[in-house]
């Protein structure tokens, strides 16, 4: 998300760091920051925001936060929330389903003038990158890059009735989109409607029937929020992303919609300029408000986790500098009680949320994992999971906090976990738990009393239903209890706060400790004897290609491939391979080779199956003996390399015009050989090449010359003779293709290469390099070109 | 005639070797190193099931997170995918060992995005995971510390900044100082005198649950590395396409 360095600067009194500076801070302690540009009297700054932080930071007033956080100077937010006076609400809400629309708020001012934005305005949003529509358009787009809650105002002349909807779409039902485009719904997908039809993709995109123009006067405005998943589906179906869906699919707190209202109408008043405008009363459909969360942590798992030595005040700093309210809880064990008899009496409800409905109602399991969150200790939703969860104690070690559980045959009786280490056998069957609150008194939701209740274990009918007894892990050891704002939607436990702790503090000072050594636990055997064969086939002059795994035609095919020639998985390595000694053949001149010996070893994929197979292949040019010359050699080449596995291969012969390519299944060849001892002999490198020098893409020449020297001359002396007088196009050192002894003399034949990096050589350019080196060659006594 | 020059020229090339692929050579480098630590080598398919590469790596369906791969399908196989990262071999070996243990995976991953001289379909990853009763994120800074002086030199600078993978946290990046502009700024580091090399992260405790293993007693650290940029970057390799080329003008070099 790009954001402007002037509006960060609005939260603040005191001056905030310069743009690099800020730049290596949020680097170092927050995010990746993509690209900075200057523009004329301002800074942008792209900052990567990854879906961790989509929550809070997809908005100035969340990076302003992190400023604060890291630099300690003090955010005093822009007071822009509307104090003036409203009139009674005169629209009204219905939403169909709450879980899809946790809040939607909405309200109407009257007598607003629709027009073009303040140059202010304009100027902020198109530097972000944004097109000015119209006063109230632009000032919803300024709150979301404000704030991060996406808006949308109707023009209330055009809609029908007072009532908005918020309900699922028809099938069939259509909307004409802001941009002109025509959507068709599926059916399901949530729409904003009035009493006849949509008016929006409820957190997508605006329709045209209720679109503000200059002739609106009268607006409805939105904050809402809905549920990420299904914007992200209805997104994905109608392949429409937005700015608003971005942050919906993101999943933002409801707490945030009053803060955008508040903000959105004090700024639409504002600038209408008159006294005129009339704000009614917010309309907030707002069933099920979000507990703040409670994450705690204890010094020593804090240490442990980050390989630190902080003390708790360190923590404590850090987390009131994270505005998470820490909170040091000396004895969690006792805590749990002490929250527990708090809830008494509060009713019990079958499935009741720990996160919605705690602490107005309980079942069992979210009653002992509400009062286990309160004092900072994250536990398993399910019983059975808890049962699980816990340390096994006897019922005459139980002490305040330990957990009870049953097998009363009342409600459904769990023999497996769901999700703490899913699938672990819980023989005794799990279907109710309780706190043990000591002296032999238990606290817990219950189903037949219909509320929380403590009582006498012995008196209870639970007694005879006892399965075992467990204690919390952690629940010993004082710890660091903190209240999570509500749009940190990623700090969900333990783990979670240990991040933030770590990254506040920096990992720049974090010690450096390498693991102490040991053995290796086992050896792979595919790996080892695929690296054996490369070696082996390196020795004897074969290299090594990497081809593509996708091809045209396969017996596994891509859902939704790249291209048309890549719509399938290569089923061998053959064909690629032949293809790949087609073009090394015609490249012989330049690899200084009329042999092209080459292997691949890489994944194939047949019906059902998929396997590491092995290619091996040689092509040889016409003046190395062709075909016939590359099969006796693939073929000595296979053979040896069976020796040096020792075990046979069942592979196949594939064809190519001037050569062959053996290929075998190398999992199934493994499977006959022995097991290794280390990897010592096969993970040797023997790098040549310190800088890559890029192929040229433009056509190699090829010259050949024959020199007459006296028959002491040394070829290498006559090689890097021509070498030097060649020019700089010489592509490679001249490659000997022929010696010829005759009186005395010897004739050496010389093929050379031209090439350029930046041109097509012509022959003239060429005839002009062989000149030079005819020439040269001339003037040396007792040589002669032939 | 023909059939002289003929094997003078084979003559005149008898002996000469072969060359490993580049990413051949980055595999057996880094296996070494590791090896040496007591890392296990370990391996898994290129097909994966969603389970692997995703569930259980702590991506929720229908999630945002899901978008930082683009992800392809196999046709009339539901939920069967390329695997976008090397990290499922991570929750296969886990499935099967009893920790402590630390293994070294590398292996061919793909993702569904337009090619360009940075970008490919198919491109190479090499996972590392130790899980035991005592590590740290200390630990996993020091050894990544040792692995990067070891495959580049003692001078290497390093630097851990926070990174988001949904399958660690901690999650970190780990920069090394730009080798090409000795840190004053060029295209390779973005003019940030960095170069990001490895992603890494205390393993999430969702993912060692999920991997049925026990997250009270056991904790891990992970992270991976793309051999492709790490290969551009060592030999000045300017197009990731010629690692897949086929093209032995490349190959030789190596």
């Known amino acids: 998300m790009k954001v402007s360095y002037h509006w960060l600067q609005t939260y603040f009194d005191t001056d905030i760091p310069k743009p690099a500076d800020l730049v290596d801070v949020l680097t170092m302690h927050a995010f990746e920051i993509e690209d900075v540009t200057e523009t004329e009297n301002d800074t942008l700054i792209d900052v990567d925001i990854l879906p961790n932080r989509a929550h809070d930071c997809l908005s100035h007033r969340g990076i302003a936060r992190e400023i604060a956080l890291l630099t300690g100077n003090t955010l005093v937010p822009p007071e822009r929330s509307y104090t003036g006076e409203t009139i009674e609400a005169d629209i009204a809400v219905s939403v169909a389903d709450s879980a899809l629309c946790p809040r939607y708020m909405a309200r109407t001012l009257t007598g607003v003038s629709v027009g073009a934005s303040p140059e202010w305005l304009k100027k902020t949003l198109e530097g972000l990158g944004e097109r000015s529509i119209n006063n109230i358009v632009d000032l919803t787009n300024f709150v979301l890059f404000d704030t991060g809650q996406p808006l949308h105002a109707f023009d209330a002349d055009k809609v029908d009735g007072n009532m908005i909807y918020v309900r699922p779409a028809e099938e069939g039902e259509t909307i004409t989109l802001l941009d002109g485009a025509e959507a068709t719904f599926q059916g399901g997908e949530l729409v904003i409607a009035d009493e006849k039809e949509p008016l929006a993709i409820a957190g997508v995109k605006g329709g045209t029937k209720a679109e503000v123009d200059e002739s609106t006067t009268r607006v409805i405005l939105e904050s809402a929020n809905f549920d990420a998943t299904h914007v992200r589906k209805t997104a994905r179906t109608h392949n429409i992303n937005t700015d608003a869906s971005k942050r919906f699919e993101n999943e933002i707190t409801p707490e945030l919609v009053r803060v955008a209202m508040e903000e959105l109408t004090a700024l639409i008043a504002q600038l209408s300029g008159n006294e005129s405008v009339e704000v009614s009363e917010v309309v907030d459909a707002y069933p099920r408000k979000p507990r703040a969360r409670r994450v705690g942590v204890s010094v020593s798992e804090t240490n442990a986790t980050l390989g630190t030595q902080l003390t708790e005040q360190d923590i404590i700093d850090i987390c009131s500098r994270l505005s998470f309210a820490p909170i040091v809880v000396a004895e969690p064990a006792s805590q749990v009680i002490e929250e527990a008899e708090a809830y008494l009496d509060a009713p019990y409800e079958h499935g009741a949320s720990v996160t919605y409905d705690a602490p107005e109602k309980f079942d069992c399991s979210s009653f002992v994992a509400f009062c286990y969150a309160q004092a900072g200790i994250g536990v398993p939703r399910i019983s059975v999971d808890q049962y699980a969860f816990g340390e096994a104690i006897a019922q005459d070690e139980l002490a305040p906090g330990d957990i009870l559980f049953f097998n009363s045959g009342t409600g459904k009786v769990h023999y497996e976990t769901k999700e703490f280490l899913p699938g672990t056998e819980v023989s005794e069957g799990i279907d109710h738990c309780a706190l043990y609150a000591g002296n032999g008194h238990i606290i817990h939701a219950s189903w037949s009393n219909g509320v929380v209740v403590k009582e006498s274990l012995s008196e209870s009918d639970l007694t005879d239903a006892l399965v075992g007894c467990r204690r919390m892990p952690q629940s010993a050891e004082s710890r660091i209890v903190t209240t999570i704002p509500h749009e940190r939607i990623d700090v969900r436990r333990d783990v979670d706060l240990i991040e933030e702790i770590g990254r506040v503090r920096g990992y720049a000072n974090l010690e450096s400790n390498v693991p102490a050594q040991t053995e290796r636990s086992e050896i792979d055997a595919q790996f080892y004897y695929a690296q054996l064969i490369r070696t082996h086939l390196c020795e004897n002059g074969f290299s090594e290609l990497y081809l593509y795994s996708f091809t045209e035609t396969g017996k596994r095919k891509i859902l939704n491939p790249l291209s048309p020639d890549k719509k399938a998985l290569r089923t061998q390595l053959a064909p690629q391979v032949a293809d790949a000694l087609t073009i090394n053949l015609r490249n012989s001149d330049l690899l200084g080779t009329d042999t092209v010996s080459v292997f691949e070893i890489g994944h194939v994929f047949a019906k059902e199956e998929e396997y590491m197979a092995c290619a091996i292949a040689v092509a040889c040019k016409k003046a190395a003996g062709g075909k016939k010359h590359a099969r006796t050699i693939l073929d000595d080449t296979v053979s040896h390399l069976e020796t040096t596995l020792g075990a046979k291969t069942e592979g196949t012969i594939t064809e190519h015009e001037s050569g062959a390519i053996y290929e075998f299944n190398l999992d199934k060849a493994v499977e006959n050989l022995g097991e290794p001892a280390d990897y010592d002999k096969v993970l040797s490198t023997s790098e040549v090449v310190s800088h890559y020098v890029t192929p040229s893409p433009y056509p190699f020449v090829v010259r050949d010359i024959a020199v007459w020297v006296p028959q002491s001359t040394r070829v290498e002396d006559v090689s890097a003779f021509i070498q030097t007088h060649a020019g700089d196009l010489l592509a490679r050192e001249p490659r000997l293709f022929d010696a010829y002894e005759k009186d005395e003399h010897i004739s050496y034949a010389f093929r050379l290469v031209f090439q350029s990096y930046e041109k097509t050589l012509t022959d003239e350019e060429v005839n002009g390099y062989m000149d030079a080196v005819y020439g040269a060659v001339e003037a040396q006594k007792g040589w002669e070109v032939r | ?254």
């Open chain 2, 1 to 254: 005639m023909v059939d002289e020059q003929g094997e003078r020229a084979e003559s005149m090339e008898a002996g000469q070797s072969g060359h490993l692929h580049p990413i051949s050579i980055l595999i057996r480098e880094i296996t070494q190193i590791f090896d040496e630590l007591g890392f296990s080598v370990a391996h898994g398919p290129e097909i994966e099931s969603e389970f692997y590469n995703f569930d259980a790596l702590n991506f929720p369906p229908d999630h945002p997170s899901r978008d930082l791969q683009d992800t392809f399908w196999i046709k009339g196989e539901r939920g069967n995918v390329l695997r976008t990262q090397t990290s499922p071999i991570q929750v296969r070996y886990m499935e099967t060992h009893e920790p402590p243990f630390r293994l070294i995976a590398s292996g061919r991953t793909f993702r569904n995005e337009a090619t360009d001289a940075t970008h490919d379909v198919q491109f190479y990853q090499c996972e590392g995971l130790l899980v035991d009763d005592r590590t740290s994120l200390a630990e996993l800074k020091g050894t990544l510390d040792h692995f990067l002086k070891r495959l580049f030199g003692d001078d290497v600078e390093t630097r851990l900044r926070p990174g988001f993978f949904p399958f660690v946290e901690p999650g970190v990046e780990v920069d090394m100082r730009c080798m090409r502009c000795s840190s004053d700024g060029c295209s390779a580091c973005k003019q940030s005198g960095w170069i990001e090399v490895l992603g890494a992260g205390m393993v999430h405790p969702n993912v060692l649950n999920a991997s049925g293993v026990d997250w009270r007693k056991w904790r891990g650290f992970a992270f991976g590395i793309g051999l492709d940029r790490l290969a551009m970057l060592r030999w000045g390799i300017d197009d990731i396409r010629s690692l897949y080329a086929g093209d032995l003008r490349v190959i030789n070099q190596f």
